[in-house]
C-alpha cells in the first residue's frame, strides 16, 4: 500500500485481491529524476499512472482473463538515489521469488538499477524505446538516461524496438557488439532476435518508444514509433514464448491536460499483467 492511500487499480479491486498473502503481481512506484534533460516531470509518473488505473476495466476484453484475480500489490519504497532502488529490487526478488515484478519509473537510469537489485542471472532484455540509450556519458554523467542501456548490459543482452534517433557514437557501438540488436519497426526479423534472447526476460518499457500520436507526454517525444496494437503484439510474443519476471514503464512525464498519455502508460501495465495472466497461469 503507498503512502498516500493509492495502489494500482486499488479503487477497483475486490478487498480480497489486494495484499493478499501471495500476490503474483507487485508494482513499486519508482519517482527517480535526476538526469532528464528536456522536458521534467517523470518523477510524478507512479502518481499519474496509478490514478488513471482506477480507470480500467478489470476483465481484459481480448483475452478474456481477470488478472487482478491473482492479486496485485503495489508497494512505495523510500527512493532517494540508485543504490536506494537497488536495495528494494533485491529485497523484493528475495522476498516474492515467484511475483512478476513491476516498476514504474521514473526516468530510464532506473532500469540498470533495478537489474542491479534483483540480479536474475542469465537473463534477456527487451527494451522498447524512441532510443538506443547507448551512449557513454552524457551531460557529464555516466548514470545519464541516455546511458541506460548501456549500463544494463552488463545484466544481459538487449533486443530494442522503436529506436527511430540515434547518436553517431551509438550508432558507430551497434556496429561493434552483438549483444545489442537496435531495430525500428516491429518484425519478423526482430521475433528471431528475441528467441535469441534466454528464456528468462526482462521487459523495459520507455513511453517515448510509443508513437506520439497515442503518448505525447514524454520527457523527449519523437516522431515515428509504435502504434498500441504492435505493442500488444510485443507482449503477447514476448510473454508467451518467453518467461517474463520483472519490468518497467518509464519516462511518462505526465500533463494535466494530457490524461491519454497516463491512462496509456496504465493499460499497458496491467496488459502486461494480462498477457502473463493468459499465458501462464
Ligand atoms: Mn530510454
Not at 46 to 62: K, M, N, Q, Y
Not at 100 to 113: D, M, N, Q
Not at 167 to 178: K, S
Not at 224 to 231: A, D, P, Q, T
Request: charged share 25%; hydrophobic share 40%; net charge negative.
Amino acid at each position: 500500500m503507498s503512502a498516500d492511500g493509492r495502489g494500482f487499480l486499488e479503487d477497483k479491486l475486490d478487498v480480497a485481491c489486494v495484499g493478499r498473502e501471495s500476490n503474483q503481481y507487485i508494482v513499486s512506484r519508482i519517482p527517480y529524476e535526476q538526469t532528464t534533460t528536456y522536458i521534467k516531470g517523470t518523477a510524478d509518473a507512479p502518481r499519474a499512472i496509478v490514478d488513471a488505473s482506477s480507470h480500467i476495466e478489470l476483465f481484459d476484453e481480448t483475452l478474456g482473463v481477470n488478472a487482478s484475480q491473482h492479486g496485485i500489490l503495489t508497494v512505495e519504497p523510500e527512493i532517494t538515489d540508485l543504490d536506494s532502488i537497488t536495495s528494494h529490487a533485491s529485497q523484493l526478488a528475495e522476498r516474492h521469488p515467484d511475483a512478476v515484478l513491476g516498476f514504474l519509473g521514473g526516468e530510464h537510469s532506473v532500469t540498470p538499477a533495478i537489474l542491479n537489485g534483483l540480479s536474475p542471472g542469465e537473463v534477456g532484455i527487451v527494451w522498447i524505446d524512441a532510443h538506443a540509450d547507448l551512449r557513454r556519458r552524457f551531460h557529464g554523467r555516466e548514470d545519464n538516461h541516455a546511458c541506460a542501456g548501456l549500463n544494463s548490459l552488463e545484466f544481459g543482452n538487449i533486443v530494442q524496438i522503436g529506436v527511430r534517433s540515434l547518436a553517431q557514437e551509438e550508432v558507430d557501438y551497434l556496429d561493434t557488439t552483438d549483444r545489442v540488436k537496435c531495430f525500428r519497426d516491429w518484425s519478423d526479423q526482430v521475433k528471431e532476435a528475441i528467441r535469441g534472447l534466454p528464456d528468462k526476460i526482462y521487459l523495459t518499457v520507455d513511453m517515448d518508444g510509443f508513437s506520439p500520436m497515442l503518448v505525447r507526454a514524454v520527457g523527449t517525444p519523437e516522431p515515428g514509433g509504435l502504434m498500441w496494437e504492435e505493442v500488444m503484439d510485443i507482449l503477447d510474443f514476448v510473454i508467451g514464448e518467453k518467461d517474463l519476471f520483472a519490468f518497467d514503464v518509464v519516462e511518462l512525464c505526465p500533463r494535466e491536460d494530457d490524461v491519454v498519455s497516463s491512462y496509456t502508460a496504465a493499460r499497458l501495465v496491467y496488459k502486461i499483467m494480462a498477457y502473463h495472466t493468459y499465458h501462464k497461469l
